[in-house]
């Protein structure tokens, strides 16, 4: 049986300002200045804060309910201050430079990765000292209540064989990840209206927010719960996921496009990419390491993305065929003219090499218990 503790509510502000100027230095150069500063403040429940667990005394503060002050231990940053600049550079009539560099911060709610906090659904089982096929109790009596706890003091001991949900945020700064975001691209003006250009695009992905399970031991050490960290503090023996932004990203690529811009009838652009993506997990938010959550080995986790791709070739295009009224071979006969003049014909192509592949094994198997 369960029920639901509490209504589970979530109430988060977003604040940003930016201020950004384009100056054309010169008839070559032109400049691109921006300054953009956020701040997140940490959401709470409408009537009061949120909830966070300390793992290493098994205490589940109450934010804003007893002496837990409102934020329940946990800090945000206000110094989220955002740069972007870019430029380009014209040299003669045909080639022209750009670069730029910004930072983004990621704006996820919180509301998703930290709904659902301890306690806000209770469960509790009867099991029929009978058979598998008994009763529990008479009908006049019924199944018992759900045990609730006593939330007036702001602290709570987390029973063993429940986790706070999802994961718990630590106490101190929580660190919002953002991403960096550069680029050198040069472009030529081609004979027969093409352009083409070649650039450097790379990111790097700072503070990605990420689960961990902290009560985990590393490979070899044995698949007996007894071994675990929280087990020998005070005997929990479950999963224990603490939530910040410790993860790390990085893409690099060399971009080729050329475009040929219509004429004749025809449009057309290619592209290609050679590319490659690191990360600690695909995702950031609601996602945890991809193999290791002990901490001598959460390093190991740092490897080519799920997502990347080493190659990367598109092409696509639009012919006007030069049949018809106003075209090249114009049509002179009125109905031959509606069925022949006027095609069009478009069409893509994608070509791409495959996704990284992982050889796992169970935690039993190695042997570590929390491990792939």
């Given at each position: ?51 966070r667990w300390d793992p290493y005394t098994n205490i589940v503060y109450l934010g804003g309910l007893g002496s837990v002050p409102r934020n329940a231990g946990i800090e945000v940053s206000k110094k989220l201050f955002a740069p972007r600049i870019g ?50 109790n008479t009908v006049d009596q019924g199944i018992p209540d759900v045990p609730t706890p006593d939330i007036s003091k702001g602290t709570l001991t987390l029973p063993l064989s429940f986790d706070m949900g999802p994961r718990s945020p630590w106490g101190g700064m929580l660190h919002r990840g953002y991403i960096q975001s550069w680029n050198f691209t040069i472009e030529r003006q081609l004979p027969w209206n093409i352009v083409g250009s070649a650039g450097y695009v ?171």
């Open positions: 049986k369960s029920i639901q503790f509490f209504e589970m509510k979530t109430r988060e502000w977003q604040l940003a300002w930016y201020f950004r100027d384009r100056w054309q230095v010169n008839r070559r150069l032109t400049l691109n200045l921006g300054l953009r500063y956020e701040y997140y403040p940490l959401i709470h429940r409408g009537d009061r804060g949120i909830e430029f380009a550079y014209r040299i003669g009539d045909k080639n022209v430079i750009r670069a730029g560099y910004g930072i983004t911060y990621d704006p996820i709610p919180f509301g998703r990765p930290l709904r659902g906090l301890y306690p806000a659904t209770l469960s509790a089982s009867w099991v029929t000292p009978v058979s598998v096929y008994g009763w529990y790379a990111t790097r992905t700072i503070h990605q927010l990420l689960d961990r399970n902290i009560n985990t031991v590393g490979p070899g050490l044995g698949v007996s719960t007894a071994n675990l960290p929280l087990a020998k503090l005070y005997g929990k023996t479950i999963a224990a996921n603490m939530w910040d932004g410790w993860g790390y990203g990085a893409y690099d690529s060399l971009q080729v496009n050329v475009k040929k811009s219509y004429s004749d009838g025809l449009f057309m652009t290619v592209s290609y990419t050679f590319g490659k993506a690191l990360n600690f997990a695909d995702d950031t938010g609601w996602a945890g390491p991809k193999a290791f959550n002990w901490e001598g080995m959460l390093r190991r986790n740092y490897s080519r993305a799920g997502y990347d791709r080493t190659h990367m070739f598109t092409m696509g295009w639009v012919y006007e065929l030069p049949f018809g009224q106003g075209r090249k071979f114009p049509i002179a006969n009125k109905w031959a003219d509606y069925i022949a003049g006027g095609w069009k014909l478009s069409g893509m192509f994608s070509a791409y090499s495959g996704t990284p592949f992982t050889v796992t094994g169970s935690g039993q198997s190695l042997p570590c218990i929390g491990c792939t």
